[in-house]
């Protein structure tokens, strides 16, 4: 299921006036960026809650690869490549899996094989010297991916990524806790708060029944 499956059944009962946020009036992509924010902490939460060995399970299904050019290489001969594209932060920089060389016309050869790795901030500097010349790393720093040592024949990269994007899939039960989310705690409505008659499981029901039928329909 994505993102924009979990928005639009949240927009349905808004709509419908299951919920009622009578407050203020809100957009769909209103909701759409409520669901991404929920997404993001969602997905920390569990990362850290994981056995190390597991998380790279856990977020693989929310990966993606995007294309981007490098920059011209300054003094030290790094190039930047700007993400402009929305992003989930992860722990030490873990939302970044792999980043490919890319070469137009296929001039690089086997410069394209090459293995590109990442390092923390700071740690570049120790890299910085000619005995690491044929050591080629990226670090991610603010919006961009700083990359050191590739090949002049190099013009972009490709990064696998964690993106914030309406079409990235998530399990049913992420799907409803993000829903949960942002239903009770970003609109606080009363209907899925819980109360002395159960209705909130009945709407809680009510949700999940909604979910399971859009993932079926995808």
Not at 121 to 140: H, S
Not at 160 to 176: C, G, Q, Y
Request: net charge negative; proline share 5%.
């Amino acid at each position: 299921m994505t993102l924009q499956s979990v928005t639009e059944t949240i927009w349905v009962f808004y709509q419908n006036g299951v919920v009622s946020a009578t407050s203020r009036k809100l957009k769909e992509e209103d909701i759409s960026q409520m669901v991404k924010m929920a997404y993001g902490v969602i997905l920390r939460s569990r990362y850290y809650e994981a056995p190390p060995e597991e998380r790279m399970d856990l977020i693989g299904g929310s990966l993606d690869i995007k294309k981007y050019e490098l920059s011209e290489p300054n003094v030290q001969g790094m190039r930047r490549a700007i993400i402009e594209d929305e992003v989930i932060r992860m722990p030490k920089s873990s939302d970044v899996v792999n980043v490919y060389p890319v070469s137009e016309g296929g001039e690089c050869g086997d410069s394209l094989n090459l293995e590109v790795t990442q390092v923390s901030p700071g740690e570049e500097n120790f890299y910085l010297t000619a005995d690491f010349n044929n050591f080629y790393f990226f670090v991610q720093k603010g919006k961009g991916i700083n990359t050191y040592h590739l090949p002049p024949c190099i013009k972009a990269i490709e990064v696998e990524r964690i993106f914030s994007d309406k079409e990235v899939d998530v399990p049913l039960d992420m799907a409803f806790d993000i829903s949960m989310s942002v239903l009770g705690l970003s609109l606080k409505i009363k209907e899925f708060i819980p109360t002395a008659d159960n209705s909130f499981d009945r709407n809680k029901n009510e949700l999940r029944y909604q979910l399971e039928k859009k993932e079926a329909s995808v």
